[in-house]
């Protein structure tokens, strides 16, 4: 017994008049001239089968029963196509059928599965198993099938171990929210939000090239790019410096991408600093694409008369500008009203100023403030000409950056500025090692507390001067997507004390937290460092997929609900009273 | 800046003269002659290296105060070596140390890295990541890598695609415990046990060949070789038989195992019923590298004169032996008491009868109770000869499978029956659908309730009769450990309600478990089949490991605990309250 003897996208002129057996979908099925046609579907293809006049009664009833997404095994013979079409790869053929048997039915469908309707997530996400026909998702998983076998190919092949790392593990009360699993001792595992401590010891282990595709967790309030589980690339390497970490990625960056889309991206890897990102595009994963870059104008503007700038300019704030090429007519006051505010209500920006370059001078409600001069530095400085808008944000550097970052990418996307089609890299490299925290008012670890200190900034830090302290960090960013980062680790437990120190915990603390950590380190840990690549965010980009939903087989809403199996769930009561646990729910909602 | 030219397993005499900078461990490190030498190591190898006489006094210091097990790097000459060490690969040579830093100093380890010292596991498993430094482990953790890469290769070039299953997934009542992990919205979810469901699905959304290594959680109560958390290799084909699934699958179990131990298992891949197997070795895993096979009695003590034989043989029950080849001398009264006290103790036999055979005639407490023609018969039947011993054991057909299947295999190991390097595959076939449950006093479905039936045990089947009703099942084993196992599944709605039924289960009761599941089958669900392979287990019997934690990187103890991270631990009560819940820990246990 054989379900097939070819898959249906195989058949071909030269297999006409072969006896063949064919499982399949039906995709469409029409009547025409009195005969049946049915396009039938697997996984590699679509043939079409007819029922000829002389089928058998059996057959023809049968013919009749099957619906459109049935499934069916029919035997026949491979015969010349009467109209062709050159669009299918099995286009010159179609089977006469001779035997049928109907393996399923197929109820009324929710939806159709071909054809590319536009259909609301949420009954996508409940029937996930019938979306996954669909081309969309048909070629998404597909994508990261092939994904998932280039990392491998290519960290095999350089020496990487995959080691897997466990699921169950301790709860740490730094960073985000951990998902608890409580266990019948009545304490807690927690999910890891990523393998970070388990890989530096696999390093401690001397493993000294580690990566591994790790499922990681974080129970945070869900956003249109994140999962409660997700999927991340997790890499470490000892003795190895920051450009030879870079230098390994980029070749896997190039066989992922290749392998992924079958094409090749731009792959100049340029290293930016992270200062000179923020100076240039306000952000620390620019989309460089395309240009309209950050202007700064503060020094400018220091002495200028309007004082809404000298302000700033004088009192450790930033004056930059964007310049809007050939918008000088099409900007209306609507238009830059819209602008602004769009940096007023997300970024906190107090207002944002204009002026029109025409050829016959500028046009600025605020061009009365500067002198002739300040006016030809503004022009030299932003590099604007005739029909260019240059708009201008004066403020604390952080609403700068974020509002003029944001404002050069919604240019971007409005004026249509971005090729689609292209693809760049780019390393944003050089982070500062703390960075302020407005809530807590104290200096963080930007990344983890154990990435390693520029050393030419190790006496700045020794004197405790935090602001201008960098690491010896890297993120990878694809068309203006951080899709990865990660940094030289600190191996010297002196170094790791002092950290600890400037952030604020005591050895005591230190060791609570992070102690069979520390001691780990004093058994000869090897220098090291690597990184982490987030699978679904970046699978996202190459794809050019909208949703991080659209890349995973079975995603979760942005409520951490999954639609289809009805995940989270009640449990029994009893199952809550071996773990030692006790709801509160219903009593706190009443 | 680099830390090596070179690693530690590469040079050879053609490197002589070569100025090469090498990073490792200090493996060990001693004084000859006034001069010190140190073996470094790292992942590839072992390197000589000597401080000589004209070293500078700053890295004579440093050769002083470095420690076993602390990381150095190292610049200097490749020389050759005076004492040549034919059993390293770089025994040739040696070289002479010009500079020297010390990366990372040593603390007192808590034991030698170095040599293959019996250490108690508590220590090993607490300070795992030296643990992993030692032959053992990093020799299995090579092997788990290869394994992983092995099967990925042969999965890909099958045109299998890695499909990743959630891990926050939905609580099902059936099988073991669940792992629960609460969510902010007061539900639950789970962890997987398997992806069973999931991977029907794909089938149903058209994968037809799909794969993925899975991590699957059970919260049982530990034995030896289970953990709370475990790696399974999970498959699922459509439009497949029983054929064609265990032909793909003695590929990959080929390709696996020369890819781990790099030789030839005896790869015949036998396919016995689970009849025979319980008939011929008392067990669903036989060992089949030795004999020793349970043999038949019963019929012949129908009518003996022994009435613990007979009457077991008249009510149902079965009589049946075993021979311990060239045991009649051996054999003492006490040995035999001890076998008789092992199949009292463990499996509720009665007793354990035994006939010896010498050259002179039988020799048994029990020879009185048969005529010559019995004896006669019992002789030719278990094939017994001279200086053998036969051990009958006759009780209900569950006790004389599992004292003999037991007995059978202490047998082999006590006279030194097996060839440890042998490796024999071995399928189990054709299970059946249902299992009585003492407990329950229910027919249960042995396996889950999906797997289909045999297409001959269809008539039974729907007649209500469950105990010979089989299923189209198979199980791999290896050496006489289940490694894997899996079954063609029902893909018809209306034979899987009829089971449902016959498992006492109402439509209600069906949907409400399993509802969205059954729905999915109601939209074109294709034949389909698959198995699953536990990779712990699997890996273990290749190295030959006696515990599933050797051959995996940071196991837990039997009672769930991490002994290196002291997972699990204590949560903070703010945790718990965004949870709603409320630990009643500390209450009980007063």
Redesign the interface.
């Given at each position: 017994?054989?379900?097939?003897t070819h898959n249906l996208g195989e058949l071909r002129k030269e297999d006409i008049g072969k006896r063949v057996t064919l499982?399949g979908?039906?995709a469409t099925k029409r009547d025409l001239g009195g005969l049946t046609f049915i396009d039938l579907?697997?996984?590699e293809g679509v043939t079409q089968i007819v029922f000829p006049d002389n089928v058998s009664e059996e057959v023809a009833k049968l013919a009749n029963e099957i619906r459109t997404?049935?499934?069916i095994?029919i035997t026949g013979e491979v015969k010349e196509r009467f109209s062709k079409n050159a669009n299918m790869p099995t286009g010159d053929i179609e089977v006469f059928v001779e035997e049928m048997e109907i393996?399923?039915?197929?109820?009324v469908?929710p939806f159709q599965v071909t054809g590319d309707e536009n259909l609301s997530e949420t009954i996508r996400l409940k029937?996930?198993?019938?979306?996954?026909?669909r081309n969309q998702m048909?070629r998404n998983?597909?994508a990261?099938?092939n994904m998932?076998?280039a990392i491998?190919e290519y960290m095999?092949e350089k020496g990487f171990?995959?080691?897997?790392?466990?699921?169950?593990?301790?709860?740490t009360?730094e960073g985000a929210?951990?998902?608890?699993?409580?266990?019948?001792?009545?304490?807690?595992?927690?999910?890891p939000q990523s393998p970070q401590?388990?890989k530096q010891?696999?390093m401690?282990?001397?493993?000294?090239?580690y990566y591994q595709v790790a499922?990681c967790?974080r129970?945070e309030d869900l956003r249109a790019d994140r999962q409660?589980?997700f999927?991340q690339l997790d890499i470490e390497m000892s003795?190895?410096?920051m450009d030879?970490v870079m230098n390994e990625i980029e070749g896997l960056a190039k066989k992922v991408f290749a392998g992924v889309t079958g094409e090749e991206a731009n792959y100049s890897f340029e290293r930016m600093p992270y200062a000179e990102a923020m100076e240039r595009f306000g952000s620390d994963k620019p989309d460089v694409r395309f240009g309209v870059e950050l202007k700064e104008l503060t020094d400018i503007m220091a002495g200028c008369g309007f004082k809404a700038f000298s302000g700033v300019a004088n009192s450790g704030g930033l004056v930059k500008a964007v310049v809007a090429p050939g918008c000088a007519e099409s900007f209306s006051r609507k238009v830059l009203g819209d602008y602004e505010n769009y940096v007023k209500t997300y970024f906190g920006a107090k207002g944002l100023a204009w002026i029109k370059v025409t050829e016959e001078g500028v046009n600025s409600p605020i061009a009365k403030f500067f002198s002739e001069e300040e006016m030809a530095a503004i022009l030299e400085r932003t590099g604007a000409v005739a029909g260019d808008v240059i708009m201008i944000l004066a403020d604390k550097e952080k609403v700068v950056y974020d509002g003029l970052g944001a404002l050069r990418l919604a240019l971007g996307k409005d004026l249509d500025l971005i090729d689609k089609n292209e693809f760049k890299f780019l390393w944003i490299v050089d982070f500062p090692m703390f960075e302020w925290s407005e809530e807590e008012e104290r200096y963080k670890a930007q990344h983890h507390p154990f990435t390693s200190i520029k050393e030419e900034d190790m006496e700045a830090f020794l004197a405790g001067e935090m602001k201008s302290v960098r690491t010896n960090s890297y993120d990878m960013v694809l068309n203006g997507s951080e899709i990865g980062g990660g940094s030289i680790r600190i191996?010297?437990?002196d170094v790791q004390a002092k950290v600890f120190k400037q952030l604020g915990l005591s050895d005591e603390e230190a060791r609570e937290k992070f102690g069979?950590f520390i001691d780990?380190?004093?058994?000869?840990?090897?220098?090291h460092g690597g990184l982490a690549f987030g699978i679904d965010r970046w699978l996202m980009v190459m794809m050019k997929e909208e949703s991080i939903r659209d890349v995973m087989?079975?995603p979760?809403t942005n409520?951490?609900q999954?639609l289809?199996?009805?995940?989270?769930?009640?449990?029994?009561e009893d199952?809550?009273e071996?773990?030692?646990?006790?709801?509160?729910?219903v009593e706190?909602?009443k």
């Open positions: 017994m054989t379900y097939r499982s979908w039906v579907r697997d996984r997404e049935g499934v095994k393996l399923n039915n197929c109820d469908l029937y996930r198993y019938l979306d996954i026909r048909a998983l597909r990261r099938h998932m076998t491998r095999n171990m995959d080691v897997d790392t466990p699921l169950l593990t301790k709860s009360p929210r951990d998902f608890l699993v409580p266990s019948r001792s009545g304490e807690f595992y927690a999910l401590l388990f010891l696999l401690v282990a001397g493993i000294e090239r499922k967790f129970d409660p589980e999927t003795f190895v410096t030879d191996h010297n437990q069979f780990a380190f004093k058994y000869g840990a090897p220098p087989p079975f979760k409520k951490g999954c289809m199996t009805e995940a989270p769930g009640k449990v029994e199952q809550l071996e773990l030692f646990l006790k709801s509160t729910f706190e909602t």
